[in-house]
């Protein structure tokens, strides 16, 4: 049996909503050049009226199905990759996405690794593909609008103002020898867990109407010194050795990486990634016109570098993320038709 596990396509959904960088400098009552050049967000998206997270999930779920050209019927398993942050607070959205997109056949179910969800995700759905044969043919999808936690008025976050939100989806199948999915390699690091965090709404603070006056219920960093000293250097660090070592796992040394699927994250830390890879800025996108949409931010990088011309077949490409907790991850791909 061929247990080769390749991409047969992907799905992005963006809302029509968004916000230029300028008017992100108004809110925060910054300067537009900060936000544009450092930030490096010239617009990013936000929801609609009904661009809610499971809903965009869908719609990039229905996307990738209809470019795989499969009967949805196919396939045998469901994982959301959304956020948890979505139309209700205590509900397995997966189980939706599996009905809208007609994957009747399937069972489903979510996992949550902030915006690691996607790479740990790809992992865990070759892990279990490998492991179950009656598991041939699987979806991984998502939305994300953490943008809603965001209070442009609060300092502390402005790392975070990048936040934007869309959807995302991803169809494997085994035996397909095309775009194969290799290994993956995580990282994860406690000691920030609780450094990041919506203070009220869950059972040490419950919502109250106190709560909202005093935005508690916005995301917000309760150390911003102590975190910024303490996760600088082994962001970086991490982020490298995730990279190297899941390349490593898949059999290719660092110079045969073609291209960086990576998400958004400030100029300046975008660089130095590429820098030390030595890569080119051709062998990436920066996602300013995009912002942060999260785990959803590897997807899109892949489909908008496939539409660019940027990967051809034979290519080495690594998807990369980092999430708050936290979560370094990184996926190595070989793109292309029998390869």
């Given at each position: 049996m061929d247990m080769q596990i390749g991409i047969l396509s992907t799905g992005i959904y963006l809302p029509e909503e968004f916000l230029t960088g300028k008017e992100i400098a108004e809110l925060a009552g910054i300067p537009v050049r900060v936000v544009e050049e450092k930030m490096g967000i010239k617009k990013k998206y936000v929801p609609g009226s009904s661009d809610h997270t499971c809903e965009m999930g869908i719609a990039a779920a229905k996307k990738a199905i209809a470019k795989a050209g499969i009967d949805p019927l196919e396939i045998n398993l469901v994982i959301y990759i959304g956020e948890e942050h979505k139309e209700y607070p205590l509900w397995t959205a997966g189980i939706k996405?599996?009905?809208?997109?007609?994957?009747?056949?399937?069972?489903?179910?979510?996992?949550?690794?902030?915006?690691?969800?996607?790479?740990?995700?790809?992992?865990?759905?070759?892990?279990?593909?490998?492991?179950?044969?009656s598991i041939k043919t699987v979806l991984l999808a998502g939305g994300y609008r953490n943008v809603d936690f965001i209070d442009y008025e609060n300092p502390r976050t402005r790392f975070m103002f990048n936040l934007s939100a869309?959807?995302?989806?991803?169809?494997?199948?085994?035996?397909?020898?095309?775009?194969?999915?290799?290994?993956?390699?995580?990282?994860?690091?406690?000691?920030?867990?609780?450094?990041?965090?919506?203070?009220?709404?869950?059972?040490?603070?419950?919502?109250?109407?106190?709560?909202?006056?005093?935005?508690?219920?916005?995301?917000?960093?309760?150390?911003?010194?102590?975190?910024?000293?303490?996760?600088?250097?082994?962001?970086?660090d991490n982020f490298l050795k995730v990279i190297r070592e899941s390349l490593r796992k898949s059999g290719y040394p660092e110079a045969d990486l073609s291209y960086l699927a990576i998400l958004h994250m400030k100029k300046s830390a975008h660089e130095y990634v590429l820098k030390e890879l030595g890569l080119s800025e051709e062998q990436s996108i920066y996602l300013e016109d995009y912002g942060h949409i999260g785990q959803i931010d590897q997807i899109l990088s892949l489909e908008l570098a496939l539409k660019e011309g940027k990967i051809k077949d034979g290519d080495v490409v690594v998807l990369v993320s980092a999430g708050i907790g936290y979560a370094w991850g990184a996926t190595t791909i070989k793109w292309g038709k029998g390869v």
């Open positions: 996405l599996q009905e809208a997109v007609g994957a009747l056949n399937a069972w489903a179910f979510d996992v949550a690794l902030r915006c690691g969800t996607t790479v740990m995700a790809l992992k865990l759905a070759k892990s279990l593909m490998v492991a179950d044969p869309g959807g995302g989806a991803i169809l494997l199948r085994k035996g397909h020898n095309e775009n194969l999915l290799l290994e993956t390699e995580l990282i994860t690091d406690g000691s920030f867990s609780e450094d990041v965090v919506v203070v009220a709404g869950g059972t040490k603070n419950p919502m109250t109407k106190e709560a909202i006056d005093s935005r508690l219920n916005k995301l917000d960093v309760l150390d911003p010194e102590g975190m910024k000293q303490r996760l600088e250097q082994k962001s970086m």
